[in-house]
């Protein structure tokens, strides 16, 4: 709501326009007033006035030089002068000093009004034009840092960008950064309490944690941050004069170290939560950043179960090529794709927990994750095409690893997805199964229903392309009748239907329905129907 302020040194005109005016009506909610500009400006120091009206001549300081004043201090007010004196002078040095409006005494009502709701009208507009600049300005800001977040995750995936062109954009969205120039990384992973965080607030912490770290390091170097590809923050920096990456030969730790560390207590003091750091060497950007990221990223996973609160430099971190082991429990018969193709189910859940186990047993890194993950992946995908199913009929999210690299940075949620997955496509392909085994039930019956002549079990088989043993137990078990039984039985029911509804001789009957003995066909009927063809038809 809008403010006024009403300042006059002869209060009759003050209490004349409180009594007659309907400010509400004209938007104005609040109506202070002055004695005297002296009084005015203390007003306009303890209030928010959007709209002064103010007399021309009053002692001490007169309505011109308090508007000179107002403006100098409150340029967004709107100033209308309220005078009885028409001298041309005021009026001129009032349009210099760019006063809203200049009223003649005595107030006439209805111009008054039109006044205030021209200077309402006024402030309005310009609080609207404010309001979709500010707009316009944060979208600006958003779109420009995700499309900062999105330069600096390619790059560190290792996707090419021109010299040129990168120079153009690292210029255009403001990045201290030079192509060609030293820098190091520094990976931030968010520790307790964030795990809790829904997205869009850890999207706020990790934009906070950038921040701290451009005012923590910025007296030395420059700062680039935004969102890793797979989890936390990712921060380059670069020494401001060009000189720290090898200044004295001094290693990154000797360098860092105490910046680092205070980054890590603003971050706990400020954000309340831990965060771990591995920072890299000094390398060239951006040629040698994805390797730098690939090798960060290895350096975290291999201290995952160190808990939260480290600063890592990988300067420090041995290189043993030695060290690095297969994981054999992956590729050791049964395999995963042998017991989904038996359908062990229970012996492929233990499957999958004793390759986890053996991640946390051994020295694992983070390929060797992605190993697990692909190889299980695999083993999925080739069973569901198999049974002639698509992988995301059996579960939408089943594959959201690939979508979600995060959950490759933890064994734990790769086994919870591994289990999880089993367990839906255990239940498709079992439901899959069932349909499958359905349609080829109501295949057979329509087959042997509309046949006429002779119909065997190896013959319905060989229509449905499969072996007669098989065919005969999947039906059995999915009908509780034999498929000889079925075939006999249909057989019958038409002879009956027959032997009711045609004239036919009964040898026909038994020609047509396929068998060669009237006596053993007879023999049949009689057994399904208690008596022989001949006395039904007499009955």
Same mark, same amino acid.
């Given at each position: ?16 326009l409180n009594a007659t005016i309907p400010w509400e009506s004209l938007g104005i909610s609040e109506v202070c007033a002055a004695s005297s500009g002296i009084e005015a400006l203390r007003l306009l120091e303890e209030r928010p006035i959007d709209i002064l009206v103010t007399d021309i001549r009053m002692p001490e300081m007169d309505g011109l030089e308090l508007i000179e004043q107002v403006n100098a201090r409150w340029p967004n007010v709107r100033c209308l ?24 005494? %005595? ?6 009004? /039109? ?32 499309? +900062? ?19 153009? /954009? ?5 990045? %201290?950064?030079?192509? @060609? ?10 520790? *307790? ?26 007296? @030395? ?6 969102? &890793? ?15 720290? &990456? ?25 954000? $309340? ?7 890299? %060497? ?8 994805? @390797? ?32 690095v082991t297969t994981l054999e429990s992956l590729y050791r018969p049964p395999t995963l794709i042998q017991l989904l193709e038996s359908r062990n189910w229970r012996a492929a859940a233990d499957k999958i927990g004793e390759v986890f186990d053996s991640l946390e047993r051994m020295p694992a890194t983070r390929e060797h994750l992605y190993e697990a993950f692909l190889s299980i992946a695999s083993a999925y995908l080739y069973i569901a095409h198999k049974r002639?199913? !698509? ?17 490759? !940075? ?13 367990? +839906? ?11 499958? $085994?359905?349609?080829?039930? /109501? ?22 392309? !499969? ?5 005969? $137990?999947?039906?059995? +078990? ?25 004239? /036919? ?33 007499? *009955?």
């Open positions: 709501m809008i403010e006024l302020l009403l300042v006059d040194d002869e209060p009759y005109i003050i209490d004349s002068l309220l005078t009885g004196y028409s001298d041309f002078e005021y009026a001129k040095r009032a349009i210099r000093l760019q006063a809203f409006d200049y009223i003649l005494k %005595p107030v006439n009502d209805e111009e008054f009004m /039109r006044s205030i709701a021209s200077a309402v009208d006024s402030l309005r507009d310009e609080w609207a034009e404010a309001e979709q600049l500010h707009r316009m300005r944060y979208r600006l800001n958003s779109d420009r840092s995700i499309i +900062s977040g999105d330069l600096i995750r390619g790059l560190a995936l290792g996707r090419p960008w021109p010299r040129r062109r990168l120079e153009d /954009r690292l210029r255009e969205y403001g990045i %201290p950064l030079e192509p @060609g120039g030293m820098a190091l990384l520094m990976l931030v992973t968010l520790g *307790r309490p964030f795990a809790d965080y829904d997205a869009e607030s850890l999207s706020l912490i990790e934009y906070a944690v950038g921040n701290i770290a451009e005012e923590v390091f910025a007296p @030395g170097f420059r700062v680039w941050h935004g969102k &890793a590809p797979h989890d936390g923050v990712m921060l380059l920096a670069a020494p401001r004069d060009g000189t720290a &990456a090898g200044e004295a030969g001094l290693p990154v730790k000797a360098q860092l170290e105490p910046l680092a560390r205070e980054f890590h207590r603003q971050v706990r003091h400020y954000l $309340k939560g831990d965060i771990s750091i591995v920072i890299s %060497p000094w390398f060239v950007f951006p040629d040698e950043l994805a @390797g730098a990221y690939r090798a960060a990223l290895t350096e975290l996973f291999r201290h995952r179960e160190d808990g939260g609160g480290q600063i890592l430099f990988q300067e420090e971190a041995p290189h043993d090529p030695a060290a002639g199913v !698509l992988f995301h009929r059996i579960d939408r999210s089943g594959l959201d690893p690939l979508l979600d690299p995060p959950l490759l !940075l933890a064994a734990d949620k790769v086994r919870a997805w591994a289990l999880d997955t089993l367990d +839906s496509l255990r239940r498709q392909l079992t439901e899959n199964e069932r349909d499958i $085994k359905s349609r080829i039930v /109501r295949q057979v019956q329509e087959l042997v229903m509309s046949e006429t002549g002779e119909i065997t079990v190896r013959g319905i088989a060989e229509r449905v392309y !499969l072996h007669p043993v098989y065919l005969s $137990k999947l039906f059995k +078990s999915e009908t509780g009748e034999s498929l000889g039984d079925y075939i006999i039985r249909v057989k019958m029911e038409r002879a009956r239907y027959l032997l009711r509804h045609t004239n /036919r001789k009964i040898y026909e009957i038994t020609a047509e329905l396929g068998y060669q003995n009237p006596q053993y066909f007879s023999k049949m009927f009689k057994k399904y129907f208690g008596m022989t063809p001949l006395e039904y038809r007499e *009955r």
